[in-house]
C-alpha cells in the first residue's frame, strides 16, 4: 500500500510540473510583452528596456525556465501588475470563496445524484427509469452560463427571491451553487443508475434475494455497496472539472473566487496572477485526485492486495 501511495505522489509531482512547464511556455508565445504590460503602453524604449532586465527577459530561454522553476517550487511568482500585491498572496485571498462554492455543489450533487440513480437503476426500463434518465439528460445538455442567465432573469428580476450576484450569506449561496452542481448531479445520477442496474442482475443479489433478505438490505448491503467504486472515481475527476466550470459561474454572479480573479488578470494580462492560479488549481486537483486514489484502496481491498482476490 505504501508502495502504491507514493507512485502517486509521484505522478502528482509529475503532473504539477507539466502545469509549471506548460504555463511557462504559453506565457512566452502568448501576445503581447510582459514588460509592456508592467511599463505600460506610453513607456520609453529605455524604461521597456530596463523592465525586460528586470524580468529577466534578456536571458537565455533555459536560464529562465530554470528561475521560472525555482520560483515556482518556492510560490513566488513575483507581483501582480494590477493588484500591487504578491500574486499568489492574491490568488489565495479568493480561494475561499472557490472552495466554498465548489464544496457546496459537490455535496449537492452527490445527495440528489445518488438517490435519483438509486431509484432509476433498481428497475430498469420503467417508466420512472426513463423519467430520471430523460431529466438528468437535460440536465447535463444545459450550459451554466445559460442556466446562470435564466435564474437571475426570474429569481432576481422577476421574483426577487434571490440575490443576483456577489458574496454574502447563504441566500447568495443559493444561485451559483444550484447551477454549478446541475451537471455534476446529472453525472452522479447517470453513473449510479447504470452501476446499480448492473449490480441488480448479477447472481450474489438474485441469491440474496432467493434467501429472503429484506429488499433494504439487498439494496444498501449488496448493491450500493459494489456500486460505489465506480461513482468515487467519477466524483473524484468531476470536481477537477468542477473548478474549471466554476470560471463560468463564477463570472455570471460575480462571485469573488478564483475564476473571476483569472478572468480579470487574462484581461489585464497579469501574466503572474495566471501563472499562479493555473498552479494552485492543478495543485488542488492532483491532491483530489490523490484523495480519490485513497478512498478506493479503502472501498476496494483488491486494489491493496495488488489484484488479488
Known amino acids: 500500500m505504501f508502495r502504491q501511495i507514493a507512485k502517486r505522489l509521484a505522478i502528482g509531482v509529475l503532473v504539477l510540473w507539466g502545469a509549471v512547464t506548460l504555463m511557462f511556455l504559453l506565457v512566452r508565445v502568448a501576445p503581447g510583452d510582459p514588460a509592456a504590460v508592467l511599463v505600460g503602453a506610453s513607456a520609453t524604449p529605455a524604461e521597456l528596456a530596463a523592465a525586460r532586465q528586470t ?7 533555459i536560464v529562465q525556465y530554470l528561475h521560472y522553476v525555482t520560483s515556482a517550487a518556492h510560490l513566488n511568482f513575483g507581483y501582480s ?4 500585491e504578491p500574486a499568489m498572496t492574491a490568488v489565495l485571498g479568493h480561494t475561499a ?20 440513480g438509486t431509484v432509476a437503476g433498481q428497475r430498469p426500463g420503467t417508466r420512472r427509469d ?14 451554466n452560463f445559460w442556466v446562470g442567465i435564466m435564474f437571475i432573469l426570474l429569481f432576481a428580476g422577476t421574483w426577487r427571491m434571490l440575490p443576483s450576484a456577489g458574496a454574502g450569506g447563504l441566500n447568495h449561496l443559493v444561485l451559483p451553487v444550484v447551477t ?12 449510479t443508475r447504470s452501476a446499480v442496474a448492473a449490480s441488480t442482475a448479477d447472481s450474489y443479489v ?22 460505489l467504486l465506480p461513482v468515487v472515481t ?3 475527476l468531476q470536481i477537477g472539472a468542477l473548478i474549471g466550470g466554476d470560471v463560468v459561474v463564477e463570472n455570471v454572479y460575480s462571485w469573488p473566487g478564483i475564476g473571476s480573479l483569472l478572468v ?5 494580462r497579469d501574466y503572474n496572477v495566471v501563472q499562479a492560479a493555473a498552479l494552485l488549481i492543478a495543485g488542488i486537483v492532483v491532491v483530489l485526485n490523490l484523495g480519490v486514489d485513497l478512498l478506493y484502496l479503502r472501498l476496494d481491498p483488491r486494489i491493496r492486495t495488488g489484484g488479488r482476490a
Open 81 to 84: 501588475t494590477t493588484l500591487s
Open 234 to 236: 467519477v466524483v473524484g
Open 55 to 61: 524580468l529577466g527577459l534578456n536571458d537565455p530561454l
Open 206 to 227: 438474485q441469491t440474496a434475494r432467493s434467501k429472503g433478505i429484506p429488499e433494504r438490505r439487498v439494496l444498501f448491503g449488496h448493491i450500493l455497496g459494489n456500486s
Open 264 to 268: 480579470s488578470a487574462v484581461n489585464n
Open 97 to 116: 470563496a472557490t472552495l466554498q462554492l465548489v464544496l457546496c455543489a459537490t455535496v449537492l450533487a452527490i445527495v440528489v445524484g445518488l438517490p435519483l
Open 180 to 191: 454549478l452542481a446541475m451537471p455534476f448531479t446529472a453525472i452522479v445520477a447517470r453513473l
Open 130 to 143: 426513463r423519467l430520471i434518465s430523460s431529466l438528468t439528460l437535460g440536465l447535463q445538455s444545459i450550459p
